[in-house]
């Protein structure tokens, strides 16, 4: 892997199952929204727990324009709210303010994937690093709580942009930021769909595939620390 690494001057990485993953098993059915409301969750079945996701999704996804954590704290309040009435689970809305607020302040929802600060130390030796997430602003403490940010040189956040990968604005802007060629970068994410829209705009993708064994034909890696054996 270090091989592929030789030319290129920038690393992209996503956050969310390359640098770390949700302790719950869930980025929005968190430890808090489980305390308050997961008793009730295993009631219901499963297609009728698949129709409140997506509705929770599909009014994120159209309001995802979202610059500060408390206007992030606002909106997983209503999809909470959301997934409560679909569900019928509930929550008041104090519950779904204090779970919508333990999701963006608790970092106990984030678990570091092992060796990733010692993998970022190493690569900021020879390359600029950043990210590229779809994700919300509390992404900063995230990074901060992992260990990254002191290695991160650019970041691309869907929340600041209102579009989610594979939209070519993401890479489009990230690849500003670095002020490279997409010839001299490389991105690391877990979702094929993703890197095939930095692919097609040059940027080299590589799969990671820390939870999963999804077949690809781009370069795949298990472990980030990979990258630097």
Same mark, same amino acid.
């Given at each position: #892997?270090?091989?592929? &690494?030789?030319?290129k001057k920038v690393i992209f990485f996503d956050v969310g199952y390359t640098l770390d993953k949700p302790a719950s098993g869930d980025w929005m059915l968190t430890g808090k929204f489980l305390e308050k409301a997961g008793a009730r969750m295993k009631e219901r079945g499963e297609a009728e727990k698949r129709e409140a996701m997506e509705a929770g999704l599909r009014f994120l996804e159209q /309001?995802?324009?979202?610059?500060t954590v408390d206007e992030e704290i606002r909106q997983f309040c209503r999809y909470y709210s959301i997934? $409560?009435?679909?569900? *019928?689970?509930?929550?008041?809305?104090?519950?779904?303010?204090?779970?919508?607020?333990?999701r963006a302040c608790g970092m106990k929802n984030y678990v570091p994937y092992p060796g990733i600060t010692e993998v970022m130390a190493t690569l900021c030796r020879t390359h600029r690093l950043g990210?590229? $997430?779809?994700?919300?602003? $509390?992404?900063? *403490?995230q990074l901060e709580y992992i260990g990254v940010s002191r290695y991160l040189s650019f970041r691309t956040f869907?929340? @600041? &942009?209102?579009? @989610?990968?594979?939209? *070519?604005? #993401?890479y489009l802007d990230a690849l500003?930021?670095?002020?490279? /060629?997409? /010839?001299?970068?490389? @991105?690391?994410?877990? $979702?094929?769909r993703n890197l095939r829209g930095a692919a097609e705009l040059g940027i080299t993708p590589v799969l990671i595939a820390a939870d999963t064994d999804a077949e690809t034909d781009y370069p795949k890696i298990h472990d980030l620390r990979e990258l630097i054996l």
């Open positions: #892997m270090i091989r592929l &690494l030789r030319d /309001n995802h324009l979202v610059k997934l $409560s009435d679909h569900l *019928r689970l509930g929550l008041t809305e104090t519950d779904c303010e204090q779970i919508a607020a333990d990210v590229i $997430s779809d994700t919300w602003p $509390s992404i900063e *403490r869907s929340c @600041f &942009l209102g579009v @989610f990968k594979p939209d *070519r604005r #993401m500003e930021k670095s002020g490279v /060629n997409a /010839n001299e970068t490389v @991105f690391i994410d877990d $979702s094929a």
